[in-house]
């Protein structure tokens, strides 16, 4: 898996540095880091903002940063849930699939 650090390398880079470049070094290495909002918030928003945008592709990796950042499978359905609401039911229809796959990836043994 790509670090923190490569991530745009690893996605972008063969096809295009500079897209590379400006997602390790200013996406995720500035405006990720900026204090004023927790990495947790950052996520949340993220994720809203990707299933609003029915962006399915970018949401699976969005899904299992918003894990790691904190936020509970509980807490990304409810997302969900509510923007059923806001962002249409399609949209939330094609964020729980990308969601059931993620959580599937992300089950520990017995749970």
């Known amino acids: 898996m790509a670090t923190e650090t490569n991530l745009g390398k690893q996605a972008f880079g063969d ?21 004023e909002l927790a990495k947790r918030d950052r996520s949340l928003i993220t994720v809203a903002a990707l299933i609003t ?13 918003a894990m790691r950042n904190g936020l509970t499978r509980e807490e990304l359905a409810e997302t969900i849930t509510h923007l059923a609401f806001y962002a249409g039911w399609p949209a939330a229809s094609t964020a729980v699939k990308v969601a059931r796959q993620i959580f599937a990836e992300t089950a520990t043994p017995g749970s």
Request: aromatic fraction near 8%.
């Open 15 to 35: 096809v295009s540095p500079g897209l590379a470049a400006f997602t390790d070094d200013v996406l995720y290495g500035n405006v990720w880091e900026r204090s």
């Open 53 to 65: 945008l029915g962006r399915s592709d970018q949401l699976a990796s969005h899904l299992r940063r």
